[in-house]
């Protein structure tokens, strides 16, 4: 597995020797990744290959069964609630549906971590709130309802609220998803914009293919809980790896049935 990772560069997440389990059942199996200063980093997969157990554990949503998850520099399992809460003020998360609240106008949304987190006067917040509106290109619907946008609207008001407070990191989980073509590409432009412009590590999770290129730095290829590959999009778009090439071109794999297996599973618990 090559890495192609910038050394030189800071780690500002470092992921050793991760796994987990749902009751009997590994979902992660050894995971060991590092993510740099300044690095758009992709994970992709397939359905049930780990992903969003990976971002649970990135975000210290999860626990794991053993191993260590550094952000920041930080054991986010060693750490106590507080200083959980005072690391996630320096991370942005913006979730698959959006996640805004219905009840609050957009600008209000995207206020809502600075009302959490700092001390700021209403009109300083305001004005934080409008400069990242800028940023996405929603300058000046700061006071419709979220029902009133349209699926990418709410994909880059849910960015804005998550760079907000100028975070080190943000994690976005598939942000192109249940978008048109040409909106998915204006959300990639973006996602490549905040990481030029104000300088961010930037962790993606999809299934979008296209968009994994476009926007990876490197991409970390999770399949049943192991890692595959993590390399540069060339280095992944080349690989010999049958299963990533599955991937790729979106075949299906056949499933080889051990019967002694499949009698086990019947039976367990009899």
Known sequence: MNNAAPASRKPMVEIENLVTHYGDRPILKGINLTIYEGEIMVIMGGSGS???????????LL???SGTVRILGADINAISDIELTKLRTRMGVAFQGGA?????SVGENIMLPLREHTDLDESTMAIMARLKMEVVSLAGFESL?????????????????AIVMDPKLLFCDEPSAGLDPVVSSAIDELILLLRDAMG???VVVTHELESAFRIADRICVLDKGDILM???VAGVRASANERIQNLLNRRTEEATL???DYLRRLTKGI
Not at 50 to 60: M, P, Q, R
Not at 148 to 156: A, C, D, F, H, Q
Request: glycine residues 8%; without cysteine; hydrophobic residues 40%.
């Open 50 to 60: 780990g992903k969003s157990t990976l971002l649970n554990h990135l975000l210290g």
């Open 63 to 65: 626990r794991p069964t």
């Open 100 to 104: 805004l609240f219905s009840s609050m």
């Open 145 to 161: 309802m979220p029902s009133e946008l349209s699926g990418g609207m709410i994909k880059r008001a849910a960015l804005a609220r």
């Open 200 to 202: 961010m590590s930037i």
């Open 230 to 232: 993590v390399d540069t």
């Open 258 to 260: 051990d019967p002694d």
